[in-house]
């Protein structure tokens, strides 16, 4: 890693850290916690199991689209996509600058036998279709819920520039299933960097050119969001929260938009807030957004963080290539 690459990434982990710390200071000073916590004491254990799980099938269905967006290259079983994604996912939860996501690009390489830049281009290609899916349910809800309360402002400001980059996400999507190969075949007489970029990106989503394959990756994205939508509404019904599934789609939406920000690992701090702010927009009192922020952000936190660990545990005692020491081609 180069000077400037490493520069980068220590200014982005600053302003991350400046950011969750930022938003940990407006959580614990604006907050009766007393409060938060006798609330908290009350949350149903069924609740929060129902809620896990929810969860947790969603990440079946990340295993499945990532198969499927890797099928251009590579036939990975269903249980190696589960432990690759669920392991980057744990990534991110623990280690700083969201690289578990270069964790898991670098997992898939060793595992699947393919370039370490076509597994990142395939990650970013899930967080183009996670985008676009999260957005769209997004605008779905504020057709259907009543924001009059706190931060209304900034809530319009995140939607129209999520639908912007829902714009650009279909735009570009589209150019590279429908142009894919008049693109590539431009870039490879452009010189060494733009032929590897062809390479990289045009090739590993050479499979979403099939329709069949393109439909089910989009279904699979927007099935993966609303079940975890689907986790927040079954955890706010403790709340007596009216019109529960088109207001979790809405803070769900706000809180993943609002994490693409640089923050600390897991999120700490920005998801909290982000609730907070959501909520306030529907006119839900700051104390029960917490309350409610607080245990949502620890079922996802722990639940994948524990089965990320102990897949990577696993796989290790079974001495599978994830843990090669063999360098993947870049």
């Given at each position: 890693?180069d000077?400037?690459?490493?520069k980068?990434s220590w200014?982005?982990?600053?302003?991350?850290?400046?950011i969750?710390?930022w938003t940990?200071?407006?959580?614990?000073?604006r907050?009766?916690?007393?409060?938060i916590?006798q609330?908290?004491k009350?949350v149903p254990?069924?609740?929060?199991?129902?809620?896990?799980?929810?969860y947790?099938?969603?990440f079946i269905f990340?295993?499945?689209?990532?198969?499927?967006?890797?099928?251009?290259?590579?036939?990975p079983s269903?249980?190696?996509s589960?432990?690759i994604?669920t392991?980057?996912y744990?990534?991110?939860?623990?280690?700083?600058?969201r690289?578990g996501?270069?964790m898991?690009?670098?997992?898939?390489?060793?595992?699947y036998?393919?370039?370490?830049?076509?597994?990142?281009?395939?990650?970013?290609?899930e967080r183009?279709?996670?985008a676009m899916a999260i957005v769209a349910l997004l605008l779905?809800?504020?057709?259907?819920?009543?924001?009059?309360?706190?931060?209304t402002?900034q809530?319009?400001q995140?939607?129209i520039?999520g639908?912007i980059?829902?714009g650009?996400?279909?735009?570009g999507?589209?150019?590279?299933?429908r142009?894919?190969?008049?693109?590539?075949?431009?870039?490879n007489?452009?010189g060494?960097?733009a032929?590897?970029?062809?390479?990289?990106?045009?090739d590993?989503?050479?499979?979403?050119?099939?329709?069949?394959?393109?439909t089910?990756?989009m279904?699979?994205?927007?099935?993966?969001?609303?079940?975890?939508?689907?986790?927040f509404?079954?955890?706010?019904?403790?709340?007596?929260?009216?019109?529960?599934v088109?207001?979790?789609?809405f803070?769900?939406?706000?809180?993943?938009?609002s994490?693409?920000?640089?923050s600390a690992p897991?999120h700490v701090?920005?998801y909290?807030?982000?609730?907070?702010l959501?909520l306030?927009?529907?006119a839900v009192s700051?104390n029960?957004?917490?309350s409610?922020?607080?245990?949502?952000h620890a079922?996802?936190?722990?639940?994948?963080?524990?089965v990320?660990?102990?897949l990577m545990?696993?796989?290790?005692?079974?001495?599978t290539?994830?843990v090669s020491?063999?360098?993947a081609?870049f």
């Amino acid at each position: 890693m180069d000077w400037a690459t490493t520069k980068k990434s220590w200014i982005k982990g600053c302003i991350g850290i400046a950011i969750s710390s930022w938003t940990l200071y407006l959580c614990v000073t604006r907050f009766e916690w007393v409060e938060i916590w006798q609330q908290i004491k009350l949350v149903p254990a069924a609740l929060i199991a129902i809620s896990l799980v929810i969860y947790m099938l969603g990440f079946i269905f990340r295993a499945w689209r990532a198969s499927l967006m890797l099928g251009a290259l590579c036939r990975p079983s269903m249980l190696e996509s589960l432990a690759i994604v669920t392991i980057g996912y744990a990534g991110n939860n623990l280690l700083p600058f969201r690289m578990g996501e270069l964790m898991r690009a670098d997992a898939a390489a060793r595992m699947y036998g393919i370039r370490r830049s076509a597994a990142i281009v395939q990650v970013g290609g899930e967080r183009i279709m996670d985008a676009m899916a999260i957005v769209a349910l997004l605008l779905a809800s504020m057709l259907m819920v009543r924001i009059s309360g706190t931060g209304t402002e900034q809530i319009h400001q995140l939607a129209i520039l999520g639908a912007i980059g829902f714009g650009m996400g279909v735009i570009g999507l589209v150019m590279v299933i429908r142009f894919g190969k008049a693109i590539k075949a431009k870039l490879n007489s452009r010189g060494r960097i733009a032929q590897w970029l062809g390479n990289s990106v045009i090739d590993t989503l050479a499979g979403l050119r099939n329709g069949k394959r393109l439909t089910l990756v989009m279904l699979t994205s927007l099935l993966v969001w609303i079940l975890e939508a689907g986790s927040f509404s079954i955890l706010a019904t403790h709340w007596g929260m009216e019109g529960v599934v088109p207001i979790c789609w809405f803070v769900m939406g706000v809180v993943n938009l609002s994490v693409l920000l640089p923050s600390a690992p897991g999120h700490v701090g920005v998801y909290h807030w982000a609730v907070v702010l959501a909520l306030g927009a529907l006119a839900v009192s700051g104390n029960v957004a917490m309350s409610f922020a607080i245990v949502i952000h620890a079922i996802q936190w722990i639940s994948v963080t524990a089965v990320g660990l102990m897949l990577m545990f696993f796989c290790v005692r079974k001495g599978t290539r994830l843990v090669s020491h063999q360098s993947a081609t870049f």
